[in-house]
Nanobody, 123 residues
Framework: QLQLVESGGGLVQAGGSQRLSCAAS????????MAWFRQALGKEREFVGG????????RIADSQKGRFTIFRDNAKNTVYLQMNSLKAEDTAVYYC????????????????WGPGTRVTVSP
């Protein structure tokens, strides 16, 4: 059974940085796609960034380019979301997700989800 667990959320001041982790356990293959999504209160879940578990094909949503990066630790089944220059509007629950298939930015395409980690950015 494939499982994902996010960590690294918390309270951070605007302008600060936060690194989120997504650890996968179970059977996962390098060609699986993974993505980070976030959902702010009262808003729809939106794509933040993603890549293949192989570490290739990293992509960040246009609205986060220049501030967020995504990368993988090859020694672990863990993908990171590095968030810099955080703004109050980045406050959300952040989720990682995985799908057996090509990379997409639509959350409905993803079969496996972590429980989420909350990031709160104070003004």
């Amino acid at each position: 059974q494939l499982q994902l667990v996010e960590s690294g959320g918390g309270l951070v001041q605007a302008g600060g940085s936060q690194r989120l982790s997504c650890a996968a356990s179970g059977m996962i293959f390098s060609f699986y796609a993974m993505a980070w999504f976030r959902q702010a209160l009262g808003k729809e879940r939106e794509f933040v960034g993603g890549m293949l578990w192989s570490g290739s094909g990293a992509r960040i949503a246009d609205s986060q380019k220049g501030r967020f990066t995504i990368f993988r630790d090859n020694a672990k089944n863990t993908v990171y979301l590095q968030m810099n220059s955080l703004k109050a509007e980045d406050t959300a629950v952040y989720y990682c997700a995985t799908r057996v298939g090509t990379f997409t930015t639509w959350p409905g395409d993803y079969e496996y989800w972590g429980p989420g980690t909350r990031v709160t950015v104070s003004p």
